[in-house]
């Protein structure tokens, strides 16, 4: 069982970017997932989450508006599509794949038993 999340780099303010996470020895499609996002000095927050479907998202009041999660059962897949960067949201970007049977907030880390490594997103002019 396995996450790995790409797609990171450098952007200018107002830049795009879209992070790819793929799931290896399990269906994706039977869990739900999430985004979440550690900057540096701070603690892990949470960002986006998508049902197993896909046809339930919610995300962070920060990033409402500008990021949009998205999903391919097919290939596995979940992606975060961020517009409109800014310097806040630079951060380490993390997806997880949700805890069978959590009965707990959703925006919670403890919501989620698989994780990928992290891939880091820099937005600075």
């Known amino acids: 069982v396995q996450l790995q999340a790409s797609g990171g780099g450098s952007v200018q303010p107002g830049g795009s970017l879209r992070l790819s996470c793929v799931a290896s020895?399990?269906?994706?499609?039977?869990?739900?997932v999430a985004w979440f996002r550690q900057a540096p000095g701070k603690e892990r927050e949470f960002v986006a989450r998508?049902?197993?479907?896909?046809?339930?998202?919610y995300y962070a009041e920060s990033v409402k508006g500008r990021f949009t999660i998205s999903r391919d059962n097919a290939k596995n897949t979940v992606y975060l599509q961020m517009n409109s960067l800014q310097p806040e949201d630079t951060a380490v970007y993390y997806c997880?794949?949700?805890?069978?049977?959590?009965?707990?907030?959703?925006?919670?880390?403890?919501?989620?038993?698989?994780w990928g490594q992290g891939t880091l997103v820099t937005v600075s002019s």
């Open positions: 997880a794949g949700s805890r069978p049977y959590y009965s707990g907030s959703f925006y919670s880390q403890d919501g989620y038993a698989y």
């Open positions: 020895g399990f269906s994706l499609g039977d869990y739900a």
């Open positions: 998508i049902s197993g479907s896909g046809g339930s998202t």
